[in-house]
Every structure is written in C-alpha cells, then in structure tokens.
C-alpha cells in the first residue's frame, strides 16, 4: 500500500462481513486505496453479490474493481454513495471481468448522464439487465434500454 490504510489485511476488511458467495461492505468508509487488498484477494473469486454501498471508492476505486480478474463471477453489484462520476461510469462500461453482472446500484453519486449512455452502449457489460441511478430511476433492459419511474 503506497498510503496509509487502516487496514494491515484483507481478512481485517472481510471479518464477519462475507457470507457464502455474499460480500457485504456497505458503510465501511473503504477508500480506494484499502480496496486494493480486495481486488487482490483470491476470495473475491467466491463472491456473486458484492455490496460496497457507502464508501469512498470515487472514480480511482472504480479502475481497480474493473481490473480485477477475479470479479469474473459478481452478479450484483452496490456502488451507492461512493462519490463515483461519469468518468467513473465509462471505466466501469469497459470493464472486461464483469461479463456477469445483472444488477447495478449507483444512487447518491455525481452522475449527470455521459456515463448512462455509456452503460447503455457497454459491449462488456452484455449481462447487464438493471441498474438503479437515483430513488426513482430504474434503468432496465428489454429490447433495448427503458427508463421507468418508480413512484
């Protein structure tokens, strides 16, 4: 780790939070730079379901989920409240170990549009059927990309 972390392991990180193929991480203040020891954990070869709701991964902690081969099995994926951008989004369409994913959570984030459209365009991300942006916008795929409002 090239800056100071609060964690020496991952195994600190997963401590009581990994259930069967479920990681749920949301609300540990995880930074991008602490994420790295998840990334490089073969754990996360176990993992379908990866809450990370309520962090601090940004736009650099999106580059790091996108680069890790061993996310080739999440299905679901929370990246509520992690302070992303569309800049983070278009990392994210371009992921290459995310073929999988189903279902994505992106509420409380910064995003204006560009990096919607380039979920909607990703040829990575082929598997991709919902993904919520804000309470209220629910993003689903049949026959193409549909945006209905939840009341």
Request: charged share 30%; with cysteine; hydrophobic share 35%.
């Amino acid at each position: 780790m090239s800056q100071k972390t609060r964690f020496d392991n991952v195994e600190i990180i997963l401590e009581g939070r990994l259930r069967g193929n479920q990681l749920m991480l949301s609300g540990k203040d995880l930074t991008a730079e602490e994420a790295k020891l998840l990334w490089e954990s073969p754990k996360m070869k176990e993992v379908s379901w990866l809450d990370l709701a309520d962090n601090n991964l940004g736009d650099e902690g999106i580059r790091g989920l996108v680069d890790c081969p061993a996310l080739e099995n999440i299905q679901y994926l929370n990246l509520n409240k992690n302070g992303i951008s569309d800049r983070g989004l278009e990392i994210l369409a371009k992921a290459k170990f995310l073929g999988k994913l189903k279902r994505l959570h992106l509420k409380d984030n910064s995003i204006e549009g560009k990096g919607v459209v380039a979920l909607f365009n990703s040829e990575n991300l082929d598997s991709l059927s919902t993904f919520q942006i804000n309470d209220g916008w629910t993003c689903k795929k049949r026959e193409g990309w549909r945006y209905k409002p939840q009341t």
